[in-house]
């Protein structure tokens, strides 16, 4: 039996199609220009390929059936054919990455891109507790270390500069829906400072708001 599920999805909305697993799905909005087939790795437990086609504002993908499979090699994905291009980067793929520099792939950046000049650490870790509550209601405590950093993007028309002074965060354990799971969850991320805000507020108001 077949049934449509609907989620928010970052800034757009997702609408997948499933019957025994995921066979296709829709998403409605920003996305990158794509055009992308993949054949399934030994990884999946499904042996299904995917084709991807990316317009802008929406994105179909479609499954099929695939038999032939290739060693997974620990990416979780199988050999790669087409273009996607997002923001300001335009990614290439003709096979299976393998995690190696000399990988089938290449990347180009787009004249409009930022240029990342600069990174500064500004202050000495300091330790604070960190409380996450999950979906159903369990509570992690953690330990965060924090350290306020600077960091500096230029390109050569208007707006012309970027700069953002944010905490960098690390864990002493996993946060999140996904911990202890094969993915895992969160020991690290970065949150944006407001004007006037010290380190610890920050993290408070990460605390608050972010859901991982």
């Known amino acids: 039996m077949m049934r449509v599920l609907s ?4 800034d757009g909305y997702l609408f997948r199609l499933m019957g025994n697993g995921e066979l ?3 998403r409605v909005g920003v996305c990158g220009l794509q055009a992308e087939i993949e054949f399934p790795s030994d990884w999946h437990e499904r042996r299904r390929g995917w ?11 479609v499954s099929f059936p695939w038999y032939r499979t290739v060693p997974d090699d620990g990416q979780c994905s199988g050999p790669q ?11 290439i793929r003709w096979g299976k990455d393998h995690g190696r520099r000399t990988d089938p792939h290449v990347a180009f950046y787009m ?11 500004l202050t000495e870790p300091e330790t604070h507790s960190y409380t996450y509550v999950l979906r159903n209601g369990e509570v992690q405590d953690r330990t965060a270390t924090i350290q306020v950093e ?7 028309w208007l707006p012309h500069k970027q700069f953002v002074r944010s905490i960098d965060i690390r864990f002493n354990d996993e946060v999140g829906e996904r911990s202890g799971s094969w993915k895992g ?3 690290g991320c970065g949150y944006e400072m407001l004007i006037s805000e010290t380190p610890v507020q920050t993290l408070r108001r990460m ?5 991982f």
């Open 7 to 10: 989620e928010k999805d970052y």
């Open 24 to 26: 296709a799905y829709l």
């Open 51 to 61: 084709m991807r086609l990316g317009l802008g504002f929406l994105k179909v993908a």
């Open 81 to 91: 054919f087409g273009f996607h291009f997002y923001s300001d980067l335009l990614f």
């Open 111 to 121: 004249p409009w891109s930022w240029r990342h000049r600069e990174h500064k650490v």
């Open 150 to 156: 600077t960091r500096l993007w230029t390109r050569p």
């Open 185 to 187: 969850g969160t020991i």
């Open 207 to 211: 605390e608050k708001e972010r859901k």
